[in-house]
């Protein structure tokens, strides 16, 4: 099972941008797909972007489209969140996720075994 750690988290102001990075260990990064998700106090947890195992499909919530950029270095075990524009509504804490084999949709977060401790974003006025 794949351990992974988030960084990159905190507090920008709106319009702002902020790179998150999953760190993956335990396991070849290119052996899984890789997901953001995102929690918001009151919020049930949404899907944000995902990535698939090779890098070559990539999905995105429609909250986040045009803005928001998964990538992934296979190479260093890194999946990286690029979020441009940043809108007061996307504070939350920020989780990665990550699975070899997805069998539903990629934004359900049943479909996904291991997961980050969380890395917070604030995005102020």
């Known amino acids: 099972q794949v351990q992974l750690v988030e960084s990159g988290g905190g507090s920008v102001q709106a319009g702002g941008s902020l790179t998150l990075s999953c760190a993956a260990s335990g396991s070849t990064a290119s052996s899984v797909s890789v997901a953001w998700f995102r929690k918001a106090p009151g919020k049930e947890r949404e899907g944000v972007a995902g990535v698939s195992k090779g890098g070559s499909d990539t999905y995105y919530a429609d909250s986040v489209k045009g803005r928001f950029t998964i990538s992934r270095d296979n190479a260093r075990n890194t999946v990286t969140l690029q979020m441009n524009s940043l809108k007061l509504e996307d504070t939350a804490t920020y989780y990665c996720?990550?699975?070899?084999?997805?069998?539903?949709?990629?934004?359900?977060?049943?479909?996904?075994?291991?997961w980050g401790q969380g890395t917070q974003v604030t995005v102020s006025s």
């Open positions: 996720a990550a699975n070899r084999v997805l069998r539903g949709s990629w934004d359900n977060p049943k479909e996904w075994l291991s």
